[in-house]
């Protein structure tokens, strides 16, 4: 707790000092740095999830449960922080593949996260019950990923 706090701290203090471009880029980085690595945990956790479904892995009842709690867990985290103005591909060219229509079209987007957490919501219900719950339940979490990267997100 005291480590978040001053990880608040630093990064109030650089956006405060920041008088040149230089450091808020560096401190816009350092966000979009952020949001990637809710993006790594997605599909780490989706990951292990989709190796049992196709058979790469065998079905461990008590790690599909923890990797879909998981996913589950951070689909509802609140990531306002992490998709600030400003931090688009246009703004931020070779920074990141965030389309500008994230906030040109917003709510869009809103609606992108939320058929997310309905769909991740429902494989933490079922992951851990068996093979099949977690087969019938996996596609809908894959395609809430696949319709926001469609729409939100530049090939590279
Ligand atoms: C609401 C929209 C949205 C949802 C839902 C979403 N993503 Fe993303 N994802 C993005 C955007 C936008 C980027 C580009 C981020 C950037 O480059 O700053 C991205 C980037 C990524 C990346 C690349 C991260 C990196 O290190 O550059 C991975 C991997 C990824 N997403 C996986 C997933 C998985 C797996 C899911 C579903 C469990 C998911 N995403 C759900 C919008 C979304």
Not at 26 to 55: F, S, T
Not at 98 to 121: C, F, G, M, Q
Not at 125 to 145: F, H, P, Q, Y
Request: aromatic share 4%; hydrophobic share 45%.
């Amino acid at each position: 707790m005291k480590s978040l706090k001053l990880l608040i701290g630093v990064c109030v203090l650089s956006a405060g000092m920041a008088g040149t471009s230089a450091l808020a880029d560096g401190h816009l980085e350092g966000v979009i740095k952020a949001r990637k690595a809710v993006m790594q945990l997605y599909a780490h956790n989706l990951g292990i999830l989709g190796a049992m479904a196709k058979g790469e892995a065998d079905y461990d009842a008590a790690r599909a449960a923890a990797a879909a709690n998981n996913l589950k867990a951070v689909a509802n985290l609140d990531q306002n922080s992490v998709w600030p103005e400003g931090t688009d591909n246009a703004s931020m060219p070779g920074k990141t593949r965030a389309l500008p229509e994230i906030w040109s079209t917003y709510p869009a987007v809103v609606d992108k996260s939320n058929a997310l957490k309905d769909a991740a919501n429902a494989l933490a219900e079922v992951a851990g019950n068996d093979l099949a719950s977690l087969r019938g339940a996996i596609g809908g979490a894959g395609k809430g990923c696949g319709g926001c990267h469609e729409t939100f997100r530049a090939e590279q």
